[in-house]
């Protein structure tokens, strides 16, 4: 079995090529689908794979079923099962990204809420070296959906057509990333992560009721700037404060932490990555790979786990 080609569907560990859904099933129709993008390091000195904030993903996957009223009883035990089991089938040792997905098939309509079907996939995560991430980001156009319309708080494939519009114009405009406005003109996100910045010596990062995701990975360096001393504040930000911000940056799974260097071509700070980015990152990179023993109990090992077989 060669790495990276299994994927846990329902339970059972079939090759990529055979996870499929069908292209009636409410997933297809109309995104009824909920899922996280959780990761997995591997620490070579220690040997040993570990999962980044498994139970928090797996919380807020449960809130996102509730919320979306899908008809789903997966208890997070067998979802962690789902999860170590498929990495240890894959047999990988490096970092990986892992995405977890529960979706309604068959063939019902639109306000269908069953029947579930699930899935777990994991893929190598490429390296990224901390001094090439800086972007430049722009503020969209797009304005960020709000709990009156989609519920930004949670993690629905279908919420990511809000994200995906601006990060099209935004690229096509000749940026990398983009900053979505709530309603209201308030700062909200990213197109997939969610966004600091230094102000006044403070770090800033708008409120979880601010139209945001409720990202696990926004709480944990919440913790870690706070651990390295930093000033953290939760509240509203003006489109204008980013112009006048010593530093700003993006968080998320995927992202991790990711340097913003200007916003609609105006330098942050200096134009380059700054101190309590940078700090915050090494902090992140030394928590995820157990190397800060107070940030231990966020890891999930995977070890000693006997692979499900392939049916």
């Known amino acids: 079995m060669s790495q990276g080609n299994v994927i846990c569907m329902n339970g059972t560990m079939v090759p990529e090529a055979e996870a499929k859904i069908h292209v009636l099933s409410p997933a297809a129709k109309y995104g009824?689908?909920?899922?996280?993008?959780i990761c997995a390091y591997w620490t070579k000195d220690r040997r040993q794979m570990n999962i980044f904030c498994l139970p928090e993903h797996l919380r807020r996957l449960q809130d996102s079923v509730r919320i979306l009223r899908i008809?789903?009883?997966?208890?997070?035990e067998k979802l962690t099962e789902a999860v170590v089991n498929t990495i240890a089938a894959n047999g990988y040792k490096k970092d990986v990204h892992i995405r977890l997905s529960i979706w309604v098939a068959g063939s019902g309509p639109m306000e269908s809420t069953g029947p579930t079907e699930w899935m777990c996939y994991v893929a190598e995560r490429p390296d990224r070296p901390f001094e090439n991430r800086g972007?430049?980001?722009v503020i969209s156009s797009w304005r960020r959906i709000d709990d009156t319309s989609m519920p930004p708080r949670i993690k629905t494939a279908a919420n990511y057509n809000n994200g995906r519009l601006a990060q099209i114009q935004a690229k096509l405009d000749g940026y990398d990333e983009a900053l979505l406005l709530g309603p209201d003109g308030k700062v909200t996100e990213g197109t997939g992560a969610c966004f600091f910045m230094v102000r006044n010596g403070r770090v800033v990062t708008p409120s979880i009721t601010s139209g945001i995701l409720e990202s696990?990975?926004?709480?944990?360096?919440?913790?870690?700037a706070r651990?390295?001393?930093?000033?953290?504040?939760e509240r509203s930000i003006d489109r204008t404060e980013i112009y006048t911000a010593e530093e700003a940056f993006l968080c998320g799974s995927a992202y991790e932490v990711m340097p913003i260097v200007s916003v609609?071509?105006?330098?942050?700070g200096t134009g380059?990555?700054?101190p309590k980015t940078r700090t915050i990152w090494e902090s992140y990179s030394a928590a995820?790979?157990?190397?800060?023993?107070s940030r231990r109990g966020w890891l999930t090992p995977v070890e000693g786990v006997k692979a499900l077989a392939a049916e």
């Open 216 to 224: 696990v990975t926004r709480a944990s360096v919440i913790e870690l």
């Open 135 to 137: 972007k430049n980001a």
């Open 32 to 37: 009824a689908t909920v899922f996280e993008g």
């Open 227 to 233: 651990d390295a001393g930093f000033m953290v504040e």
């Open 272 to 274: 380059k990555i700054g």
């Open 288 to 293: 995820v790979r157990g190397a800060i023993e």
């Open 71 to 76: 008809d789903c009883k997966m208890s997070n």
């Open 264 to 268: 609609d071509r105006s330098p942050v």
